[in-house]
């Protein structure tokens, strides 16, 4: 019977391979050479049923850079003639995707917090949630949750206050968000990870214990719970949020495109169904919203803006909306640069600094330049690992080097920070 099974799977996939749809979900990692195939690339990924993991919209591919295209099997074989048809060079990055899933959602929800191995794996919006509370209630004198807001599904917007046990005088603070795009899970783990490195370290690690002394500092684990739920239950790839406009034929707003800043111009996407789209108007989605109305009453003393999101390990800083350089530049640069020595010393991995626009691709709307703005004078967002190898799937095994070297980052940053007068 089996046998009988196989003889019959492959004389179908020998004879007219078109009919067999292959097993598994990959993805693709293309390059384009010429600009006729960067026209086809990007037909190919608004077309076809596939979900651009790098860059993050069409309209930012461009030649000889690297895409990666999540093609689900149901379009596998239609694609991948369609690239080999046209000569355009093409590897599989990812054969299994299913198979990685299972082990980035393997075991989640054994065992009490305590146990460290519950920072190096990934976790459900709801264990979230909970954790979020257990360590409230644990760490009473150092971590206060604060409710800043909720999604457009309802579901809360809370953020945890760190502070040290000593100096009442008036402090400064700084912001952490994670989790504003979905599927970038790495993002979520790094927040909590950040938090319980914070509350076991202080008063053990000078580093730590100097920054929180002098700053406060609030930490938003999940900015997009709804879109993070539906990664969990739906669909792995989910970019966005949730919202439905009512005239838009598609669901979901990127938030990072949602902001006040250059809103909605070049490298964003007026169109509700793209993966870039940016809402009915600057802050049109309620977790954008909240956390500007947070930051905005808190402008005075916030001084570090710090936006985690995930892959190509990058360490940007404003401006990404336009090509204009910010007016301290050079010591953003300079702070970039210590971070990503350290990272490289410590950890012996490669990460790009420099401002977003002129480092990756023009994205106007984001938060970290809208904060910048704000008069948030020090202002980041981080992309964590990888470079591609896993992508959004990042297993399991990589989150703690993946957290540690970007806690380095922050560290390195926060210090030089809290030392300003
Ligand atoms: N990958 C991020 C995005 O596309 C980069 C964010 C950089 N900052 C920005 N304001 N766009 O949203
Ligand atoms: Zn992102």
Not at 148 to 166: D, N, Q, Y
Request: proline share 5%.
């Amino acid at each position: 019977m089996r046998f009988l099974l196989i003889l019959c799977f492959w004389t179908c996939f020998l004879i007219e391979n078109h009919k067999c749809t292959p097993e598994h979900d990959q993805v693709l990692s293309i390059t384009a050479k010429t600009e006729e195939e960067v026209n086809i690339l990007r037909n190919v990924s608004s077309e076809y049923e596939t979900v651009l993991w790098q860059p993050a919209a069409p309209s930012y591919i461009t030649a000889n850079k690297e895409v990666h295209l999540f093609v689900p099997a149901s379009s596998l074989v239609t694609v991948k003639d369609l690239l080999n048809k046209q000569h355009i060079s093409h590897q599989v990055l990812l054969q299994n995707t299913q198979e990685l899933i299972e082990k980035q959602t393997a075991n989640v929800s054994s065992d009490p917090r305590s146990s460290m191995s519950y920072y190096e794996r990934y976790h459900p919006l709801e264990d979230i949630y909970l954790w979020i509370n257990r360590t409230t209630h644990q760490y009473p004198d150092m971590v206060q949750p604060i409710l800043i807001g909720s999604s457009f599904e309802k579901r809360p917007l809370w953020v945890l206050k760190l502070s040290g046990k000593r100096g009442n005088q008036p402090k400064r603070a700084m912001w952490i968000d994670c989790g504003i795009h979905a599927r970038e899970w790495i993002s979520h783990a790094f927040c909590l990870w950040f938090v319980q490195y914070s509350v076991d370290f202080y008063n053990q690690i000078p580093d730590m214990t100097e920054i929180l002394d002098s700053m406060d500092i609030y930490v938003l684990p999940v900015m997009n719970p709804d879109g993070y739920k539906y990664t969990w239950t739906k669909n792995r790839m989910w970019r966005k949020n949730r919202s439905k406009h009512p005239g838009n034929y598609c669901t979901g707003t990127d938030l990072n495109r949602n902001f006040d800043a250059n809103w909605c111009t070049m490298g964003s996407s007026h169109r509700s169904c793209d993966d870039t789209y940016c809402g009915l108007f600057p802050e049109s989605e309620p977790e954008a919203e909240a956390v500007a109305n947070f930051l905005r009453s808190h402008k005075h003393d916030m001084k570090l803006y710090l936006s985690i999101h995930s892959y190509s390990q990058m360490l940007l800083f404003p401006y990404s909306c336009s090509y204009q350089e910010a007016a301290n530049h050079n010591e953003l640069n300079e702070m970039a640069k210590e971070a990503a020595m350290n990272i490289r010393r410590y950890y012996r991995n490669q990460y790009k600094y420099g401002a977003g626009a002129k480092t990756i691709y023009l994205a106007p709307g984001g938060s970290d330049d809208w904060a910048y703005n704000l008069g948030i004078e020090y202002s980041f967002t981080f992309e964590l690992q990888d470079m591609g190898r896993y992508g959004f799937l990042l297993p399991p095994e990589l989150i703690s080097k993946a957290c540690n070297e970007a806690l380095t980052a922050v560290k390195t940053i926060a210090l030089k920070v809290s030392r300003k007068t």
